[in-house]
């Protein structure tokens, strides 16, 4: 790649026109539990937190009827820092001078102009529409002379809240190579091997960390198959991707033997979203947010279309390996990621843990440098998908600099479509595996209490 594309596709402020490509979609911003002063005690008198996304610095607040706005930092009469507004339940009021905005960014006050002054009907603090999905504050920071898409009806956000989690955590370093780290399929037979393989009986759907420790659905020679052994003995997936509307399903097949045959199908959501499954009832979300050009934030959401999440058990989980109020990991280049070269030997492929394998990805993300330098690296078969997501990326870049629409979900039609989009995770008749998934994925919809029987799968 060449040095003048990397930049393309990894500049993300607000004249960079890959910025302004992103900016076309529902982005997330901040979890709803942000707000709740049992996480966040400063949170109960005064719900209001500074946010940089795509390089911008904003304010987001929540008023007294729980309505969440999101404000430019900067005051609109002078500029001064609105995240130290004074908090007045119904908008944010600025220590400088006093001027008033709400949510909408609209003007309620200008008490240092004369009695009768009009001047505030002339005023707007720069905002960004926001909606709340699935316990996560997603923002529209598109053009202020168009409107933002319909929010998109993936399954994640159509699950009722029992069914439903949201957690987030940063990383240092670009939004690209967090979401290339995400899509690649051939890195879980690495990165995140176990040496070992635990007692299926000890795995629960709620074990949020424990992810390819679930057994891969269907059997070989009767016996059930923990994901991470099938992933540690076939270790050269044949790795294939189909465009969709929204962006690609990708299929990654390992040849077990004659007759069966490992099938793994994930999803990209253009521009920077995957979903995967966990288990056979459980699948994860994952958005990438850039904060800037070196900073990301991930947005997992676990979806359950069997029993209830014991979001709870699952937030402490997570909490045990990020620091609140900024979901800052305690693993990072300043502690070598928890490096153990024992462990390396004895536990795991990569030596950094069995509990939490978030830290594996962070490690692969963050350790290429805050922008990847994709001059000098050397691609392979196994890269077909990352060179294909690229294409579509730059394309979309050149497409929308040219006025062409954006692909995906920033169009409402697409957004309204049902697509799931699906994901499995199995053993499979090698000869049937096409028609195995989908029967997979019908049985998981038809057991789905929640899922509307009329919703289509692409
Ligand atoms: S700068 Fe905010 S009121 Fe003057
Ligand atoms: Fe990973």
């Known amino acids: 790649m060449k040095a003048q594309q990397n930049a393309l596709l990894t500049q993300v402020g607000p004249q960079s026109a890959c910025g302004q490509l992103l900016r076309l979609y529902w982005q997330p911003i901040a979890l709803v539990d942000e707000f709740d002063p049992r996480l966040d005690p400063k949170m109960q008198d005064r719900p209001v937190k500074s946010v940089r996304v795509f390089g911008e610095d904003l304010v987001l607040f929540k008023n007294q009827a729980g309505q969440f706005g999101l404000l430019d930092k900067h005051c609109a009469h002078r500029g001064v820092d609105l995240s130290f507004a004074r908090y007045e339940g119904n908008g944010l009021r600025c220590p400088f001078h006093g001027w008033k905005f709400d949510v909408s960014g609209t003007c309620l006050d200008t008490p240092a102009e004369p009695t009768g002054s009009r001047l505030k009907e002339h005023v707007t603090q720069r905002h960004y529409p926001v909606i709340e999905k699935a316990g996560v504050i997603f923002a529209w920071m598109g053009p202020a002379n168009q409107t933002p898409p319909d929010f998109p009806k993936f399954d994640c956000f159509e699950a009722p809240t029992s069914h439903s989690f949201a957690f987030k955590g940063r990383w240092n370093a670009n939004w690209l190579q967090a979401f290339e780290v995400g899509i690649d399929p051939a890195h879980p037979s690495f990165l995140h091997r176990f040496l070992n393989d635990e007692d299926l009986q000890n795995i629960g759907d709620n074990d949020a960390g424990k992810q390819f420790r679930s057994a891969s659905a269907g059997e070989i020679g009767g016996q059930k198959w923990p994901m991470t052994k099938i992933m540690r003995e076939f270790c050269q997936p044949s790795i294939s991707f189909e465009s969709k509307p929204y962006g690609m399903e990708i299929t990654s097949l390992r040849r077990m033997n004659e007759s069966l ?135 979309a870049i050149e497409d929308s600099q040219n006025g062409a629409p954006a692909p995906g979900v920033s169009s409402s039609s697409i957004a309204n479509m049902r697509f799931g989009p699906d994901t499995v995770d199995g053993v499979a008749p090698t000869e049937q595996w096409s028609d195995w998934w989908r029967a997979q994925v019908q049985r998981k919809q038809e057991a789905c209490k929640w899922l509307d029987p009329s919703s289509a799968t692409s």
């Open 261 to 395: 045959t490992h099938v793994r199908v994930t999803q990209s959501i253009f521009p920077a979203t995957f979903v995967i499954p966990l288990s056979e009832s459980l699948t994860i979300t994952q958005f990438h947010v850039p904060v800037d050009d070196e900073h990301t934030y991930w947005y997992s959401f676990f979806t359950s279309f069997d029993k209830p999440l014991n979001k709870e058990a699952m937030r402490e989980q997570r909490l045990q390996f990020i620091s609140l109020p900024d979901y800052i990991p305690k693993s990072g280049a300043h502690n070598r990621w928890g490096f153990n070269a024992k462990e390396q030997v004895e536990q795991t492929y990569l030596g950094m843990g069995e509990e939490d394998i978030n830290v594996h990805d962070q490690w692969a993300v963050e350790s290429m440098g805050a922008i990847q330098d994709r001059t000098q690296e050397h691609l392979g078969t196994s890269d077909v998908l990352i060179m294909a997501n690229r294409r579509v990326l730059l394309k």
